[in-house]
């Protein structure tokens, strides 16, 4: 692998690989950019099959994160850690304040955050070495409502876009997993007057959202095939390939998983030629980041979710950008996020910068 060549292709500032043996720590944190601000990225922990292929996730995972956040209006660059390891340990203290050491040693260029393979209570560990984590459970804590907010609004946008209407009482939509963003969308879409159809692998969870909201259920691959008007995919990601796009009777995809799209550029094309209106995942989950950008300005929550509530006009931004550009929504998305970040990037310095007084 030629690292300085695979971080210019991608566009990084930054690269550190991190070691401390008598922890059990291995870790990796990657700047993508911070023209809009400092960068923020969660702290994956996985058991990688290589050091080369932690290195390749961490890379990738920074740059949408720095996407992600210029799409949903944060003065906020991208970054991402992921830690080699397994995560199912139990001896965790040592792993994650040696992580928090190597976040500080950084000076605020990057803030983490929990992610997959970590928790609020290991963001703790990393707290107790630097200020510089979000996603603490005394802070703003869980940031799935919030995050569901935000894919209601795009769902929303995404019926003006299709319907000429955001009202989406009468429709159908099925939902894909019944987590905690799931569960709080069928909450919004409820109230709203939608019919839902639900499905996951934990039946104590569907059963809830059955019994509360008045949702059919249906198990497993059986969700791709039903009859709706939206597909809300809340689970795993790269769940749109080359089995489920065919078998979608939907007329819109919009949810709360992240890299739904198996292979974007393939399978954009396919959802554009069967006429089906897709919504690009890190447009319309914004609000777990809007959530954690709360936190460290000292947001209310009701004020994040206004700010979650911003998601619907982005959304009808994109949709904008790719029937003037005739590109597909997802290279829409991404035009939308370079345009505020060479903006921001334009702007003029004025002098002198130096000294500072604090």
């Given at each position: 692998?030629?690292?300085?060549?695979?971080?210019?292709?991608?566009?990084?500032?930054?690269?550190?690989?991190?070691?401390?043996?008598?922890?059990?720590?291995?870790?990796?944190?990657?700047?993508?950019?911070?023209?809009?601000?400092?960068?923020?990225?969660g702290?994956?922990?996985?058991?990688?099959?290589?050091?080369?292929?932690?290195?390749?996730?961490?890379?990738?995972?920074?740059?949408?994160?720095?996407?992600?956040?210029?799409?949903?209006?944060?003065?906020?660059?991208?970054?991402?850690?992921?830690?080699?390891?397994?995560?199912?340990?139990?001896?965790?203290?040592?792993?994650?304040?040696?992580?928090?050491?190597?976040?500080?040693?950084?000076?605020?260029?990057?803030?983490t955050?929990?992610?997959?393979?970590?928790?609020t209570?290991?963001?703790?560990?990393?707290?107790?070495?630097?200020?510089?984590?979000?996603?603490?459970?005394?802070?703003?804590?869980?940031?799935s409502?919030?995050?569901?907010?935000?894919?209601?609004?795009?769902?929303?946008?995404?019926?003006?876009?299709?319907?000429?209407?955001?009202?989406?009482?009468?429709?159908?939509?099925?939902?894909?997993?019944?987590?905690?963003?799931?569960?709080?969308?069928?909450?919004?879409?409820?109230?709203?007057?939608?019919?839902?159809?639900?499905?996951?692998?934990?039946?104590?969870?569907?059963?809830?959202?059955?019994?509360?909201?008045?949702?059919?259920?249906?198990?497993?691959?059986?969700?791709?095939?039903?009859?709706?008007?939206?597909?809300?995919?809340?689970a795993?990601?790269?769940?749109?390939?080359?089995?489920?796009?065919?078998?979608?009777?939907?007329?819109?995809?919009?949810?709360?998983?992240?890299?739904?799209?198996?292979?974007?550029?393939?399978?954009?094309?396919?959802?554009?030629?069967?006429?089906?209106?897709?919504?690009?995942?890190?447009?319309?989950?914004?609000?777990?980041?809007?959530?954690?950008?709360?936190?460290?300005?000292?947001?209310?929550?009701?004020?994040?979710?206004?700010?979650?509530?911003?998601?619907?006009?982005?959304?009808?931004?994109?949709?904008?950008?790719?029937?003037?550009?005739?590109?597909f929504?997802?290279?829409?998305?991404?035009?939308?996020?370079?345009?505020?970040?060479?903006a921001?990037?334009?702007?003029?310095?004025?002098?002198?910068?130096?000294?500072?007084?604090?």
């Open positions: 692998m030629k690292i300085f060549d695979t971080i210019a292709k991608l566009g990084h500032e930054q690269l550190v690989i991190c070691a401390d043996e008598s922890a059990g720590y291995r870790g990796i944190i990657a700047i993508h950019d911070t023209t809009l601000g400092p960068a923020l990225g702290t994956r922990f996985w058991n990688y099959a290589s050091d080369e292929e932690a290195i390749v996730d961490a890379l990738r995972l920074a740059r949408g994160m720095t996407y992600k956040n210029a799409v949903a209006g944060l003065n906020l660059g991208g970054g991402k850690s992921v830690i080699i390891g397994d995560n199912r340990t139990a001896n965790r203290e040592m792993i994650f304040r040696a992580h928090g050491r190597f976040v500080e040693s950084l000076g605020g260029r990057y803030v955050a929990e992610d997959v393979g970590t928790s209570a290991d963001m703790d560990y990393v707290h107790m070495e630097t200020g510089y984590v979000a996603g603490l459970a005394t802070r703003s804590g869980d940031p409502p919030v995050t569901a907010r935000g894919v209601f609004r795009a769902i929303q946008a995404s019926a003006m876009h299709r319907w000429g209407s955001a009202d989406l009482a009468g429709k159908t939509v099925t939902v894909q997993g019944m987590g905690n963003v799931g569960t709080y969308l069928c909450k919004e879409l409820h109230a709203v007057g939608a019919k839902l159809i639900v499905s996951d692998i934990r039946p104590e969870r569907v059963q809830h959202v059955v019994d509360t909201y008045g949702a059919t259920a249906v198990e497993g691959d059986v969700i791709y095939a039903a009859k709706a008007d939206i597909f809300a995919p809340c795993l990601g790269a769940i749109l390939n080359d089995t489920t796009i065919p078998a979608l009777k939907v007329e819109i995809v919009c949810g709360g998983a992240n890299n739904q799209l198996l292979e974007p550029e393939k399978h954009g094309a396919e959802l554009e030629k069967r006429g089906i209106a897709y919504a690009p995942d890190f447009v319309a989950n914004a609000g777990g980041v809007i959530n954690v950008y709360g936190e460290l300005a000292g947001w209310t929550r009701e004020r994040a979710l206004r700010k979650a509530d911003e998601i619907y006009d982005t959304v009808l931004g994109v949709y904008e950008i790719a029937k003037e550009r005739g590109v929504t997802y290279l829409a998305a991404d035009t939308l996020a370079e345009r505020r970040i060479a921001v990037h334009g702007m003029m310095r004025t002098w002198p910068q130096h000294p500072r007084k604090d």
